[in-house]
């Protein structure tokens, strides 16, 4: 049903910056305002950011839907923690509800095991009611509260989740 492909050129790099500045548009702004989404679009989406994540350790993957990109997820192996940072983990409006998000954990789960890794974990926003809602059927719990600086006088204030495999 979907198809996973880790982004790994510069023509996958601008394609998941497209599809960031859609999803987040759509989905954050009524949650921290259009000021706060452009700055983080633009410090962390961007594709300048998404490629210096990539050079420091970071794995971004498209998520297709049906031949269409509909997603895309990046995380960050930590060995010596035993544990998978979920960084990025988006999908597009249009796709949700499809059994996506399932999927792509499973897909996580999978690299988990194969890297001797036990437990994967998030920061989400707290007043991102449904992605948490979505995250605790995936078997993922609260674990602590988060409030942290980003710059410009912009906060985030999430709950950090985690799922133990």
Not at 53 to 79: M, N, S, T, V
Not at 150 to 159: A, E, R
């Amino acid at each position: 049903m979907i198809s996973i492909v880790e982004v790994k050129d510069l023509d996958l790099i601008k394609k998941t910056a497209m599809l960031a500045h859609s999803i987040w548009n759509e989905h954050y702004t009524p949650i921290i305002g259009k000021e706060q989404v452009d700055y983080m679009l633009t410090n962390f989406q961007s594709e300048q950011a998404i490629k210096e994540q990539i050079d420091e350790g970071y794995r971004y993957f498209l998520i297709y839907y049906r031949g269409k990109a509909a997603g895309y997820f990046a995380i960050l192996a930590d060995p010596k923690d035993g544990s998978l940072f979920l960084s990025k983990f988006y999908v597009h409006k249009d796709c949700r509800g499809q059994g996506i998000g399932r999927q792509c954990v499973s897909y996580m789960e999978d690299i988990c095991k194969a890297n001797g890794l036990n437990r994967i974990w998030l920061t989400v926003n707290k007043y991102n009611t449904n992605s948490i809602k979505a995250y605790e059927r995936f078997g993922f719990k609260k674990v602590e509260e988060l409030v942290q600086d980003i710059g410009n006088g912009f906060i985030m204030d999430d709950y950090k989740m985690e799922k133990v495999l």
